[in-house]
């Protein structure tokens, strides 16, 4: 074959390796001298390639014998597999097969206080433990009003034993994080599996041995006055607060608001916190969630830390919450370049609380209905073949995003649909939400939306557990909520059990009851009135 002449465009390649060279790997895997590659100028890639998978081959013949299991040979068949022995490296866990592990389940211990230990093995070696305490705004009164979002900002400060350095040294490569809701206060903690203990005893004293000092509370006020700032301009959680205003009333448990009041800034006080703390972080309103961790060794390290909580404190507040409907709308101006100026609204219906046995067939129509933003970029998974995107979204331009939603507490919630568009476009879009929410009790789902959306509910719930922060929250909130963890086994199988008829009377429930309405934006004008909106939902199939 004529060899190719070297031209400006196609040099000549030259690759050459020298067998003399300590690192030349067939020298140092001890082959024979034949099987080296030595100097050589191959004429293309090709051949190059070809050199280096003999020197490859012969590295393969020439390497040292290595052992044989029997015991491996005959569960595969009676086919002996090498085994390449190595010395055991000091430090490092000691790993086992997957077959010699034990399935991970669910473990609940109660403490003799009431506090209650639940943690679930995921073999790695990084661990998520949580502290919940069913507590939140919902329990506070109105002079506390404000207490939790105050509680949440003074997470992980210093205690009588530990200075703010020495908190930073020891949170060095892990991660806290800490967050109040309506019907709870979570405090987390992820540390590699070696520094449990460390985690539990910081976790601890951090909760229950705040100092409190008028420093950190003066940075803490700082802080609530500046996410209040950011807030004012935020029409997410204006419409949040609205719903649950509306729906439940302003002085109801839930439509006391989550975040603390301006006015209420300069009245939090460390005897305040302190005061709610000793009603509301008691054992029995305690749960200790662990994901990643060994369940013997986590309560051993539960009850050396929280064996001395009360047992018992100061009778909590607890009305319950009862639904009324109604409306409430903000006029709010978005700060100057951040895009269009859109009117955000949403029309909801009392739903149902986590303890309810109809709170699956919720979500799986919640999932049925879908939506999202008028951009997505696709994939499985992002809702485009549910109901809102093809009969909203795909229909109507005008329409930035159309979605359904779901806000769940312990023993009520709301449900509905969330959209936004332009002012000018306000109007038709609440009628077109209307119109869904009225269709959906009256219009009976076809069997391949509802196969689509047990299936995508079922694997967002494995996905998501598949995620140790997810799964450590899961556990907790059930056992805080339910008093058990259910197996995601046996709430899949609820998934798939889920009927049409189940979907038309969980609607017929839910909407059968006064709208809450909720609209925020910079012009609001052009969105009917409460009236209107109430008088659709009373008017028959036909109107």
């Known amino acids: 074959r004529q060899r190719r002449r070297p031209s400006p465009r196609h040099p000549a390649r030259r690759v050459v390796r020298d067998n003399t060279d300590a690192r030349n790997p067939v020298r140092r895997a001890g082959a024979p001298e034949a099987a080296s590659l030595g100097r050589y100028r191959p004429r293309s890639v090709m051949a190059a390639r070809r050199g280096l998978a003999a020197a490859a081959r012969a590295t393969r013949s020439a390497a040292p014998a290595r052992a044989f299991s029997k015991e491996a040979g005959a569960e595969s068949g009676g086919v002996y597999r090498p085994v390449t022995v190595l010395p055991e490296l000091p430090g490092l866990p000691v790993l086992k097969p997957a077959r010699d592990l034990a399935a991970p389940t669910t473990k609940v211990t109660t403490l003799s206080n009431g506090l209650r230990v639940a943690s679930e093995e995921t073999y790695g070696q990084v661990a998520s433990i949580a502290l919940f305490v069913d507590a939140g705004s919902r329990y506070e009164t109105p002079e506390e009003s404000g207490v939790c979002h105050m509680l949440e900002t003074m997470a992980f400060k210093t205690t009588p034993t530990r200075t703010a350095d020495d908190i930073r040294d020891e949170t060095e490569g892990q991660s806290v994080f800490a967050a109040a809701a309506r019907d709870s206060m979570m405090y987390r903690v992820e540390a590699l599996r070696d520094g449990l203990e460390g985690a539990v005893d910081l976790l601890a004293d951090t909760v229950l041995n705040p100092t409190l000092s008028e420093e950190e509370m003066e940075e803490a006020r700082a ?45 939090m006080t460390p005897q305040l916190l302190r005061s709610y703390m ?18 013997d060794r986590f309560v051993e390290l539960a009850e050396r830390s929280f064996g001395g909580v009360a047992a018992s404190g100061p009778a ?8 009324v ?24 219906f009392p739903s149902l609380g986590w303890s309810d046995p109809d709170i699956v067939p919720i979500c799986v129509l919640d999932t049925l209905l879908g ?19 093809l009969e909203v979204l795909n229909r109507f331009g005008w329409v930035e995003s159309a979605s359904a939603f779901s806000l769940h507490f312990n023993h009520a919630g709301l449900t509905g649909l969330y959209g936004t568009a332009l002012p000018a476009n306000a109007r038709s879009l609440l009628g077109v939400l209307m119109a869904h929410l009225r ?22 719930v494995m996905l998501n557990l598949e995620r140790r922060g997810v799964l450590c929250e899961d556990i907790g909130r059930q056992v805080l909520t339910l008093g058990a963890r259910e197996d995601p086994e046996a709430l899949c199988a609820k998934i798939e059990a889920v009927t049409a008829d189940d979907l038309t009377r969980i609607a017929q429930r839910v909407f059968g009851h006064p709208p809450t309405v909720s609209v925020v934006g910079p012009d609001i004008s052009q969105v009917p009135s409460y009236e209107e909106i109430a008088a659709f939902f009373k008017r028959g199939p036909d109107a």
Do not use: W
């Open 223 to 267: 802080v609530v006055a500046f996410q209040l700032e950011d807030v004012a301009t935020n029409p997410d959680t204006h419409m949040q607060e609205n719903l649950l205003t509306a729906g439940f009333g302003a002085a109801s448990p839930l439509g006391r608001p989550l975040i603390c009041p301006p006015h209420q800034i300069e009245r």
């Open 439 to 460: 269709l959906t009790a009256e219009r009976r789902v076809t069997e391949a939306e509802l196969s689509r959306a047990r299936n995508q509910l079922r694997g967002a």
């Open 325 to 348: 409907g109604g409306d409430k709308r903000t006029t709010l101006q978005p700060p100057p370049g951040l895009g269009a100026d859109y009117v955000h609204l949403a029309v909801c």
């Open 371 to 389: 939506g999202g933003s008028s951009f997505s970029a696709g994939g499985p998974g992002k809702g485009m073949y549910t109901r809102l995107y």
């Open 278 to 295: 000793a009603k509301a972080y008691t054992a029995p309103r305690m749960v200790l969630a662990g994901a990643g961790v060994d369940h």
């Open 316 to 323: 909590m507040p607890d009305t319950p919450d009862t639904y």
